[in-house]
């Protein structure tokens, strides 16, 4: 079984978000299972040049974009025994950033074209193409309307895993034939609600759609959180499952992470309070460890729930915590943020981007972490804290639903809040600090998390399952 994983970003080439993640830790996890995975991406600007370093040039070849050709570089990589092919187009990936640009539709539709193109010289034809989010949705659809004719593709199946439904990558119609490069007879696949919508045609065009958490797979399929999609969804309901994330334990380990203070284990939780003390002092905090450090590391928008911390922010103060807070996103949160750690110095930190490093010193560092999402297609963040011993508050949603389970019930491991609602998550606020005050209650709660498991192990077979039944 040979499987090609088509991703817009992956670790540790390119990352902007959890799809990174997944592309870096999956096709490893399949490769230990003996399963052929390689990985193609775009070749970015953002590539490091340690790792530009390593690449081998294989060929250029041009790519049909509509009317016109484009060249394409194919590179090859190897990273923990994985192969990546890396696409290059200086034109269109040579810039800031790997998205928002004003011509993503073109740039999209010449690499999932460019991967279906370039299978006759790497050595490699699939049985399936694992496509992902609306950058590779287009795949399916050429495969489908241009290459089933060929032998040597006749046979491919696809994938498209949707990561996060609210980003479907909807454009006007005028692209349908000058960019998008598909006859009036195609239309229909593209089209819906409107305006051109890729993912539509991705969930239409491919054999199987799969999400990213068991709940969101249910959820999807209701308007609230469809973003207009539940009708299209419904309609091929048949072919989606929902199969929880992982994380890469090895990325992800305190007993040998070198971007945090101090390494730990369940073994010896010792390590935690030095990474609590030293994160304090870089942040700008007083060192205080009788304090409860609620960490915040995410994307500052709506639909990650910061309408419910902004409501709740004040009655904070009321206690002895002390906030955390990496991202960037949304004008009124970062203002927010940067406003309420001006207004409290001594009780709230707020460093604006993402900074990987940073990031890690908050998920060692901080005694809980909270993600009050309004919805969350899996979430890695949670089980990354869990990873490094650091207690989860969530809203019941999503991934986070099939992660993390209340302290109240059987194998509870963290504090988990059902109804959309500010003070519902206050009230799981107050519950951690008074848990917190019992050292002895809350440290077993640090070792239970540090024994949590949140690998591709269970993961990774569940695909293997589902390859094999597309398959057969």
């Not at 800031?96 to 034809?125: K, M, Q």
């Not at 409290?344 to 460093?351: E, I, T």
């Amino acid at each position: 079984m040979k499987i090609l994983y088509a991703s817009g970003e992956a670790y540790p080439f390119a990352m902007s978000g959890g799809l990174a993640d997944v592309a870096g830790a999956l096709p490893k996890a399949l490769r230990r299972r003996l399963v052929g995975c390689r990985v193609v991406l775009p070749l970015y600007s953002a590539v490091p040049q340690e790792l530009r370093n390593e690449m081998k040039f294989i060929t250029a070849i041009t790519v049909p974009v509509a009317w016109r050709r484009q060249y394409c570089g194919i590179f090859e990589a190897r990273y923990n025994g994985v192969i990546y092919y890396l696409l290059d187009n200086q034109y269109y990936f040579k810039r800031e950033g790997l998205y928002g640009h004003y011509d993503d539709a073109e740039r999209f539709a010449f690499f999932s074209r460019a991967v279906l193109e370039i299978i006759p010289y790497i050595d490699y034809t699939p049985d399936i193409i694992h496509c992902n989010d609306w950058q590779t949705a287009m795949i399916p659809v050429y495969l489908d309307r241009f290459y089933k004719h060929d032998p040597r593709y006749a046979d491919i199946k696809t994938v498209y895993t949707i990561h996060n439904i609210q980003y479907q990558g909807k454009f006007g119609y005028e692209l349908i034939g000058d960019v998008l490069g598909l006859g009036y007879d195609a239309t229909g696949l593209v089209e819906y609600d409107n305006c051109v919508n890729l993912m539509k045609a991705g969930i239409q065009c491919s054999h199987k759609v799969t999400t990213v958490s068991p709940t969101y797979a249910k959820e999807i399929l209701t308007p609230y959180f469809s973003h207009g999609l539940d009708g299209i969804l419904k309609q091929y309901e048949y072919k989606l499952c929902g199969i929880v994330n992982g994380i890469d334990t090895a990325v992800y380990n305190p007993e040998t992470d070198e971007a945090i203070f101090k390494n730990y284990s369940a073994q010896d939780i010792s390590g935690k309070a030095v990474n609590k003390a030293e994160l304090q002092k870089y942040v700008g905090l007083p060192q205080r460890e009788e304090s409860m450090l609620i960490g915040i590391v995410s994307r500052l928008v709506h639909h990650k729930g910061f309408d419910l911390v902004k409501c709740i922010f004040e009655d904070l103060h009321k206690a002895d915590v002390q906030v955390v807070i990496l991202g960037s996103g949304d004008w009124e949160y970062e203002t927010f943020f940067y406003q309420m750690s001006e207004k409290y110095p001594d009780k709230v930190a707020f460093k604006m981007g993402f900074i990987p490093h940073l990031a890690r010193k908050i998920y060692a560092g901080a005694d809980v972490f909270l993600m009050p999402s309004q919805s969350e297609p899996c979430g890695l963040a949670q089980m990354i804290a869990l990873r490094y011993g650091t207690i989860p508050i969530v809203r019941k949603t999503g991934g986070l639903n099939d992660t993390i389970t209340d302290i109240g019930l059987e194998g509870g491991n963290g504090f988990v809040f059902e109804d959309y609602n500010a003070h519902d998550m206050l009230d799981k606020i107050w519950q951690a600090v008074g848990i917190y005050q019992n050292k002895a209650e809350w440290n077993a709660l640090i070792n239970n998390a540090l024994e949590i498991d949140n690998g591709w192990n269970v993961s990774a077979d569940a695909y293997i399952k589902l390859y094999k039944e597309l398959l057969s």
